[in-house]
């Protein structure tokens, strides 16, 4: 698997039975706390091999510092970050690069392992598949609002929890409910990823808008003017591709937000729907059924 369908991540079969799943992701600081920054953004990286099914096995440190401006410490602790979820996926750090830069960013390089015959891509969903959202929407306005130091600390504090959550879990449960299709929600917002989703497989997503999770405080923080450059950016990009109601900006907005660590949007057979809520219920993970897919339409997402 190559770029051909804009999927997470690059899958190479090295064996029978087996191959690589390959991805990189860097980020800047979305939160003060370089600790949790790490976390966040080796989250963020991991999270493309959940969404292709994957295991991660290795990953490798990418570092853009400023050194001239901050102390050796802030780079020991967001390192310490990245490598807390790299073990809590299992995976081991096998080294990385350091680059002295007038801008902090920080994420890691991936490989993942895979069945070559378990691959869950983005462009396999099929019409009558159930589509389920597993992390609500509104990292990308949070973290704006957290720069602008202008968010409640209860609303932060959530959205640095789901950021900071890896999709382990979540794509287990996948696998377990034969997921037809998935992607994870990140830069280009859930609306963004569904197109991707909708064109690779040729089929139109539809989505209930009264379904669609959205974090607490998000609508107020949009209210006041919280939004990221990158959500209109990916309004302005894939609105013709979608028919959504004529709503105001505090329920559509969020819809196009860049997600950081953002959720799985997985579609699967009907039959599964109801396995995969009351599994996800019992294990205590975050699971909403947001919509369906149709056969192709005028418009590659539905919004009602």
């Not at 064996?15 to 979305?30: H, Q, R």
Request: glycine residues 12%.
């Amino acid at each position: 698997m190559g770029p051909e369908t804009a999927d997470d991540a690059g899958v190479y079969r090295i064996g029978e039975g087996l191959a690589l799943v390959e991805t990189v992701d860097i980020i800047t600081p979305l939160v003060d706390d370089p600790f949790t920054f790490g976390r966040i953004a080796a989250a963020n990286a991991l999270s493309d091999v959940y969404a292709m099914g994957g295991m991660p096995a290795t990953a490798m440190n990418l570092v853009f510092f400023p050194a001239c401006s901050l102390p050796g410490s802030v780079l020991a602790e967001i390192l310490a970050g990245g490598l807390d979820a790299v073990r809590e996926a299992g995976a081991c750090l096998v080294g990385g690069h350091t680059v002295e830069d007038d801008e902090l960013k920080y994420g890691i390089a991936v490989t993942g392992l895979i069945n070559p015959g378990r691959i869950v891509r983005n462009s396999t969903a099929r019409p009558g598949d159930r589509l389920i959202l597993t992390k609500p929407l509104g990292t990308g306005i949070v973290s704006t609002a957290i720069k602008a130091d202008m968010v409640p600390d209860a609303v932060a504090a959530e959205a640095i929890r789901w950021m900071t959550l890896l999709n382990a879990a979540a794509a287990g449960l996948m696998l377990e409910c034969d997921a037809s299709a998935c992607t994870d929600v990140t830069g280009f917002g859930l609306i963004g990823h569904a197109c991707e989703m909708a064109r690779g497989a040729g089929v139109t997503l539809t989505f209930s808008l009264s379904a669609l999770p959205v974090m607490a405080g998000v609508a107020g923080l949009v209210a006041d003017g919280l939004v990221p450059a990158g959500c209109y950016r990916n309004r302005d990009h894939y609105a013709p591709h979608v028919d959504f109601p004529d709503a105001g900006p505090e329920r559509i907005l969020p819809l196009f937000d860049p997600q950081t660590s953002g959720g799985l949007l997985v579609a699967l057979p009907p039959r599964a729907l109801g396995s995969f809520l009351a599994t996800a219920e019992d294990r205590g993970l975050f699971a909403v059924a947001v919509g369906e897919v149709m056969p192709l339409g005028e418009h590659f997402v539905v919004i009602t």
